[in-house]
């Protein structure tokens, strides 16, 4: 599948077929893994990059597991193609430099993808949609498999598979969810919930990767440690604190449709209002917007779009995939009349479907 | 092996310290370690036989310590806390395992291995449970015992270094 073919399609992970997909928007793993007696990538020299990127898209094309995925190397890209990498969660930020010696192996129907010379010699990570961790998790273990054999992989018997970050040493897993906390946010409690996340020794952190705001009420939960752990525990506790966490969405949704229906009625049809009909919209703003729809989606007051819907306008407004798919350059105020087009086209669409159907 | 010093007489006190960036390795006899001021006895001399022996199950570590592998300095690893190669993990070994414990809580690995490796994890557990048994006989002051138990260990090692896919990063 090329970039281009990509841009015309949603990502299956957004598909809002998995459990509980309304609060969760999907589940992902990642592992981290290095060749033994190459520097890692950061401090490698150019020939020891260009070596490591020998080795594994060798071993990524001879196995069977990724016979279909589509390999491309960063400085074979343009700016625009890298960023819109990054916003469909297939390349991290960091990886998304003009570099011969970055590539990036998308497979499965882009539930897979494996960064070649990221921060670690391979990154493997499988995406699931929904509260689907386990699911997720299977695929990349077969993979990991599937290449096991192929790689010579730095890994002590003491410390298990060694990374350039400590905190990664051991498993080399992160398995996170991303979930939707809106409930919990305008009650108030979230504070508390996050601070019982962390003293459960998982890791919270908001929709866009480290230090950014939380944008639409949206919570990344994942596992801090690796080491002492095996790939199930990681995932077990991980299932068990989300669906803890869910139970107190749920509650928290229940006192406000008890104490303050009107209000939230009125947020949430607002909402919809505004996303149906407006013309220019910042992401920002859709972010905000499309999180009140989707708690009303959640509490049962409004049916006329689709989880799968909501997710994807999540994914298809952000900048790169809007000039991507209208195949030119835009600035900001441009993308924000275009975004609004494109919103409100789908939520029409939405709105056709959910009434026939 | 025998004493450095008198080449007669068994080693039995190994004394290893790293001192900008280098290494002073010597091995000597009882006799020999008490004539250089190496004491035997713990309570005479705080660089006693028993700190030297723990250094055998745990050396000291040193901040100016350096990866043979990659170059990396221990102090280039605390500013950037990147790690540069997979020799890093041996070269600052003394120095990670606590600071693995304080990330993760745990030392020792409990996830899926290459395959390669298989068989590998019960000779470096009962590696670490000779370490135990060599503490316990050093608190003892059982010497003799604390050098058989060293012995196991070493042999154990060799075997490891010797072997496929061997100690990566664990005991160098």
Redesign the interface.
Known sequence: MTIAEMSKTASPWLGATGRHSGAVVSSRVRLAR?L?????A??AAAHDLELSMVLCKGALEASPALKSGTLVVMSDLDDLDRQFLVERHLISQEHAEKSPTRAVLVANGESASIMINE?DHLRLQAIASGFEVLDAWRLL?RL?DDL??RL?????????Y??????N???G?RASMLVHLPALVLTGQISKVLHGISQM?LAVRGFYGEGSEVMGNLFQVSNR???????L?IIQSLEKVVQQVLDYEAQAGQILLRDARSQIEDKVWRAYGILRHCRKLTSQEMMSLGSAVRLGKSMGLIERISAAGLNNLLVICQPAHLQKRFERAMDPAERDIVRADMVRKIMAEEEARTSAG | MLCDNCGKEPAKVHYKEIKDDKTIEFNLCEKCAEEKGLHLSPKKHPFSISNILAGMAEEVGSSSAKCQGCGLTYAEFRETGRLGCSECYGAFKEQLRPMLRRIHGSNSHAGKSPRSTEGMLEKIREIEDLKVALRQAIEKEDFEKAAEIRDKIKELEALGESGPEGGEGTDK
């Open positions: 290095n033994r007696g190459i520097p890692f950061h401090r921060e273990e990991d096991d054999g010579e992989y730095a890994f002590s018997c003491e410390w298990g060694l990374s350039a970050c400590p905190t040493t051991g498993t897993l020794g440690t690796a080491l002492g752990v095996s790939e525990d």
